[in-house]
């Protein structure tokens, strides 16, 4: 739930000190969340992983039409 959160977070743009501040975590916190992330969805940055988000849910959308 605390990835998914932080995920949305992340394709808004926040920044993670952002991210730490919203949620009461610290930004190490924050930091071993995206890490997570990252190695979930297969991918090492943050434009890997919009880009991965913004494809999967096109894909999505084709599937549903």
């Known amino acids: 739930v605390r990835e998914e959160e932080i995920l949305r977070f992340i394709l808004r743009g926040t920044g993670n000190a952002g991210i730490g501040e919203r949620l009461f975590i610290s930004s190490s916190t924050v930091r071993n969340h995206i890490s997570n992330i990252y190695r ?3 991918v090492r940055s943050r434009l890997e ?3 991965r988000v913004a494809g999967d849910a096109r ?3 084709k599937t549903l039409k």
């Open 49 to 51: 992983l919009i880009r």
């Open 40 to 42: 979930k969805l297969g």
């Open 59 to 61: 894909e999505a959308r």
